[in-house]
């Protein structure tokens, strides 16, 4: 398979101790108060995640809507992370947007997106919705799959070879790949 | 699991979910995940642990090819 990149987030979010990993908080826990709430200034990113990122970004093209979905009811505490992780991961490039919906309120954009879960990422192109999604705070490995989506999404370019490439023109139906991963 | 997201971006008829098991644990038992990664590919097509593009392609193929059993 060609290489999606110069550098290998796999050995960069592969979880080991001392690398970078955006760590986030497991398992739908009670909220617990805190006092910064929604504008809470913690960070999740490092330094050296924002700058692995960034030199990652500066092969985005065109540009990426990050459409997140979220219900303070259903996961609360899950739903702010995810949204603070991928604000800070839009921070990054001036080619990507960011919009925060509802599930329960926004249902028609939910229905939309095929989106029934939160947290939600919906990774967007300029032009087309390609159908990548997200159910979970992409942390560890999947951080480094969303960081891969967003770019693929934004060049058009996705790292496949000619024989996939010709295979996937002639499907005849729909495919829907659901890919169970961990944080780790 | 890289190829599901650019096979979304390499065709309209391709879509990619990728789920974070044990935030899901419901999703996760109702599609009998045991290890990690694991790929559904409609629903009836399934494997476990990252595969060759060839063979990633190949399931994809006998997911469409093959009209699920009524």
Redesign the interface.
Known sequence: ?PD?GGWDFRKMWSGRAGSCCPRVQ???AEPTPRAGGYNDAMSILTERDRAAVRKEFERLTGTVKLVVFSQELL?GD?CRQNETLVREVAELSDKITVEILNLALDRERAAKY?VD?VPAIV?E?AD?D??????????GY?FS?LI??IV??ST?E????E???S???T?????????????T | MRLAQHMAVASDRVRSTTIEATEFPELSRAYHVMGVPKVVINDRVQFEGAVPEKDFLGAVLQAVTHPRPR
């Open positions: 398979m999606a497991q398992g739908r996961a899950l095929g879960q990774v192109g087309a390609h159908g990548i999604r997200f159910y979970g705070i992409p942390s999947e799959n891969d989506s693929v999404v058009g996705p790292a496949l070879s024989e996939t490439l295979a996937l023109r499907l005849a139906a729909d495919v829907d790949i659901k890919v169970f991963s961990t944080p």
